[in-house]
């Protein structure tokens, strides 16, 4: 749910402008009370209004200080929401193909959204200095204009520095991003894969590969300090010529009695308030690191979401799933097609091929967990790109090798299933044997692939889905426990389409029919024992069978 929005950003941008009006009128009002105090005027009002702005200027800044900090924690917050809305929206059917890896994506997230949350008080931050200063070279206009053009000798140097610093900061943090964001794609690989690289003893070598971009984002960083020290020493220059230049000015006005001795302290007070553009060194790198933030969370944004249709099933459907003219593609490589199946209502269709035949991707179609880039994927005569979100859930039903728990507890994980649902995917003994059972903590839990996949099974009947795809979803179970959930799996989902990974010519015989897969083609449909007369396939189910015992 979207975050509802606070006051927070209201008070800031009421906040900063009033700390600007009060700063910019403080050397006035001060101008005024050492002219009290030297006599040059009557009455306690000076002092008075002095102590009513130092009073409001206190007010405004504590204001600021505590609405900035919480307004960026805010705007991260909504905009962190968008972002793992927007990425959930684009859905698993491809659309982040060559696009940034799962490392790249979090650095992003936690990273880049977190300059970009950033960026309101930022960009108020230094609009609100500009203004600041702006107004302080009219006061000093005011007093007079000498003053001014003693200011304005300062200000066009002091214009090109701060551009040619956001010129060079803005690629320099960007490149900085991007680098990290590398680093934590390497690292997110390489934490996936740790065991085999235990195994391997690869440790330095992984170790190397992740921190081979460090040197680049050092330079990166190295880069970034030496324009902010270049800017600040120079900006810290400009700022003591200028206010020489200013308060030089203002005394020999007052020697020629043509300033106040008041009007010298509004001079130097308009004067240092000026000057402070110069010294926004810390507001433009956080301007410029916002922008960076923000160029990166765009690029996700940007990205097309999953086009979602309207359409229902006709009522009581068979299921019938059809494949028409269906390629999938990665890059310019043809992975799966052109091909053409129909899985008739209410029969199993087992995928039999080697790796690589394109199994998991056509088994991936029905349910839109990959979109098909030419033909089209139908059930019960309507393509899964009109149905509706919800309707396309309630009809297909997947089941995986390595099914992910989602939620807090076993319970929720479970997605409704109960007792019935876990007996028959042979879960309830182990899950009763859990320290709180069914209320398990998720992150308590211990499970093996076998009893991992047997939850995913319990999740997957809790659905009366008219289609219902298993993905390799016995792969981890022994022989004797695979026996017993086919037979309650046939049971419970008898009557509904299915689409069944087979490693094992078990699996393939109980089938109605077989698809077998080669290169990405559809070889040929049949029965199991017809195709048992073909060596090729016997070749191909005895491959499947070793790399599933293999992966096991």
């Known amino acids: 749910m979207p975050r509802r929005a606070t006051g927070r950003p209201l008070a800031l941008g009421i906040a900063l402008p009033v700390e600007a009006a009060t700063t910019l009128a403080l050397p006035g009002v001060l101008a005024g009370a050492v002219d009290a105090a030297l006599g040059r005027r009557s009455g306690p009002g000076a002092f008075l209004l002095l102590a009513l702005l130092l009073g409001a200027a206190a007010a405004a800044n504590a204001t600021a200080a505590a609405a900035g900090p919480a307004c ?4 991260t917050a909504a905009l962190r929401g968008r972002l793992v809305r927007h990425l959930l929206a684009l859905g698993p059917g491809g659309r982040l193909r060559g696009g940034p890896p799962p490392g790249d994506l979090a650095a992003r997230l936690l990273g880049s959204a977190g300059d970009a949350g950033g960026r309101l008080p930022a960009v108020l931050g230094a609009a609100t200095a500009l203004l600041t200063s702006v107004g302080a070279i009219v006061g000093l206009a005011v007093l007079s204009p000498w003053l001014a053009l003693a200011f304005f000798a300062g200000v066009v140097p002091g214009v090109l520095l701060i ?21 934590a794609a390497l690292l997110s690989g390489a934490l996936g894969g740790l065991r085999s690289i235990h195994a391997a003893g690869a ?12 040197p680049e984002l050092s330079a990166a960083g190295h880069a970034l300090w030496a324009a902010q020290r270049r800017t600040a020493w120079q900006a810290t220059l400009l700022i003591a010529l200028v206010e020489v230049a200013v308060l030089t000015t203002a005394g020999t006005l007052l020697a020629d009695g043509a300033l106040a001795p008041g009007a010298l302290a509004a001079a130097a007070g308009w004067a240092a308030l000026g000057a402070g ?35 229902g099933l006709p009522p009581g459907g068979p299921g019938e799933v059809s494949f028409r003219g269906v390629v999938v593609r990665d890059g310019d490589r043809v992975l799966l097609g052109p091909l053409d199946l129909t899985v008739p209502g209410g029969r199993t269709v087992a995928l039999v ?111 009366p ?20 959930v086919t037979e309650a799996l046939d049971h419970a989902t008898h009557g509904r389409t299915r689409l069944v990974i087979a490693h094992r010519a078990t699996i393939a015989a109980r089938a109605d029919l077989v698809a077998w897969l080669d290169a990405g083609l559809l070889r040929a449909l049949a029965p199991h024992n017809t195709l048992l007369a073909d060596p090729d396939y016997r070749a191909a189910l005895a491959d499947t069978a070793l790399q599933a015992t293999a992966a096991a």
Do not use: N
């Not at 440790?203 to 460090?214: C, D, G, I, W």
């Not at 889905?465 to 792969?475: G, I, N």
């Open 203 to 214: 440790e330095q070598r992984e170790a190397a590969r992740v921190l081979a971009p460090l």
């Open 465 to 484: 889905t008219r289609v219902v795809v298993l993905d390799d979803a016995t792969s981890g179970l022994d022989l004797a426990t695979e026996y017993q």
């Open 353 to 463: 091929g080697r790796s690589g035949s394109g199994k998991s991707l056509l088994a991936a179609l029905p349910g839109r967990l990959r979109d098909a880039d030419e033909g089209a994927v139908l059930i019960d005569g309507v393509p899964v790109v009109a149905l509706a979100p919800p309707e396309l859930r309630h009809a297909v039903g997947y089941a995986f090798a390595r099914p992910e728990l989602v939620g807090r507890t076993v319970r929720e994980a479970l997605a409704g299933a109960g007792p019935a649902e876990a007996a028959a995917a042979r879960a309830d003994g182990f899950l009763r044997r859990l320290p709180h059972g069914w209320d398990t903590p998720l992150d308590e839990l211990h499970l093996s692939g076998g009893e991992l996949q047997r939850l995913g099974l319990a999740r997957l009947l809790a659905r």
């Open 72 to 75: 960026a924690a805010e705007a």
């Open 163 to 183: 551009r040619l610093f956001l010129r060079q900061a803005g690629p320099v943090f960007a490149r900085y991003q991007e680098v990290q964001a590398s680093m």
């Open 277 to 311: 553009l110069f010294e926004q060194i810390e507001a433009l790198v956080g301007v410029a690191h916002a922008r960076a933030g923000q160029a990166r969370v765009d690029e996700l944004l940007a990205l097309p979401a999953a086009p979602c249709g309207t359409a």
